[in-house]
């Protein structure tokens, strides 16, 4: 009777939430090596409440206790003990997230990425080409070269995992965008429609116009006119850029100043989002050369300087 006894009570345990819905979620971490009986008392340390002796023999009796995945965890309201078996011999590891934004510069992106409690951070000695040489890229300079998105990751996950699955998903959408591209864009690689890209991305938070805005620069690109795009000016300034942009930093020839070169500046200035590759690699058809800001976030678009004047005049002056 004893027996049946605690039979029943052993099959009701493992089917009884272990914290109910008036406590939070509890983290606990599962050492590499460990098996069932240093699993349960390593998750009974962490404050779950569950007795060692009961999870070890619940591991074993559904031939499992070999299989749980060392690893950082998440124990929700809810979850039963079999349900946490499941869990471990799954690795279903406590998640975090980071989300990189359109827009920014790799520096932005370090910072973001350093700053995250979530991560081991393998790369913060690392300089911007010892990170682009760790997560084997081709490439030696980074601007540019991650797609901003949201990143899903298992809490204590090196920080490289989030460089490497970046920069995969950037070369996949720029490839992507490249094999379907008008032959008759002026880019000699992937690299310079990524480089537009940038550009693109920065000089607009208009979706609607970034076909129209890339037009007007692959326009420009084919009559080897100066693209004369603030961002590029600012990036090049670097540190000294206070928030304001004057007529002496436009005169300032720098490598980045498209007021005094032709052409694209040398590396993408931020990171670009798809929209901003889409636009680049599929730009708006039109006869437009040039465009001014109106001040409420749109832009007018002109085909002559004269009309262009006119725009100014009107919108900025």
């Known amino acids: 009777m004893l027996a049946i006894a605690g039979g029943g009570y052993f099959v009701y345990w493992s089917q009884h939430p272990i914290i109910g819905d008036e406590i939070e979620a509890i983290e606990f971490t599962i050492a590499p090596g460990s098996g069932a009986h240093a699993a349960?008392?390593?998750?009974?340390?962490?404050g779950v409440p569950?007795?060692?002796?009961?999870?070890?023999?619940?591991?074993?009796?559904?031939?499992?206790?070999?299989?749980?995945?060392?690893?950082?965890?998440?124990?929700?309201?809810g979850t039963t003990p079999l349900r946490l078996i499941d869990q471990l011999v799954r690795g279903e590891f406590a998640q975090e997230q980071l989300t990189?934004?359109?827009?920014?510069?790799?520096?932005?992106m370090r910072a973001a990425i350093a700053a995250h409690k979530g991560l081991k951070h393998d790369t913060v000695a690392l300089s911007d080409?010892?990170?682009?040489?760790?997560?084997?890229?081709?490439?030696?300079?980074?601007?540019?070269?991650?797609?901003?998105?949201?990143?899903l990751f298992a809490k204590g996950a090196s920080d490289l995992q989030i460089y490497k699955q970046a920069h995969a998903m950037?070369?996949?959408?720029?490839?992507?965008?490249?094999?379907?591209?008008?032959?008759?864009?002026?880019?000699?690689?992937?690299?310079?429609?990524?480089?537009?890209?940038?550009?693109?991305?920065?000089?607009?938070?208009?979706?609607?116009?970034?076909?129209?805005?890339?037009?007007?620069?692959?326009?420009r690109l084919k009559l080897g006119m100066l693209l004369q795009t603030d961002p590029t000016v600012i990036y090049g300034m670097g540190n000294r850029y206070d928030g304001k942009i004057r007529k002496s930093d436009l005169e300032t020839d720098t490598p980045y100043n498209t007021y005094t070169r032709t052409g694209l500046p040398p590396t993408p200035i931020a990171l670009?989002?798809?929209?901003?590759?889409?636009?680049a690699l599929a730009p708006a058809k039109t006869p437009?050369?040039?465009?001014?800001?109106?001040?409420?976030?749109?832009?007018?678009?002109?085909?002559?300087?004269?009309?262009?004047?006119r725009a100014v005049n009107k919108y900025q002056r």
């Open 129 to 151: 080409k010892e990170v682009m040489s760790a997560i084997g890229s081709e490439y030696k300079l980074p601007e540019g070269m991650f797609f901003p998105d949201t990143y």
């Open 288 to 309: 437009a050369l040039y465009f001014v800001s109106k001040g409420n976030g749109t832009s007018q678009f002109s085909d002559n300087l004269t009309d262009h004047n």
């Open 100 to 108: 990189i934004i359109e827009g920014w510069t790799f520096r932005q």
């Open 170 to 219: 950037l070369l996949s959408r720029l490839n992507e965008a490249w094999d379907k591209r008008d032959p008759a864009l002026p880019y000699k690689t992937p690299y310079e429609a990524l480089t537009m890209a940038s550009i693109v991305e920065k000089e607009t938070g208009q979706k609607s116009e970034r076909g129209m805005i890339a037009g007007v620069f692959v326009n």
């Open 50 to 77: 569950i007795e060692p002796l009961l999870f070890n023999l619940l591991a074993r009796v559904t031939n499992k206790s070999s299989k749980l995945k060392a690893g950082a965890y998440e124990l929700k309201p």
């Open 272 to 279: 670009p989002g798809v929209q901003s590759l889409a636009a």
């Open 40 to 46: 349960g008392q390593q998750i009974a340390e962490a």
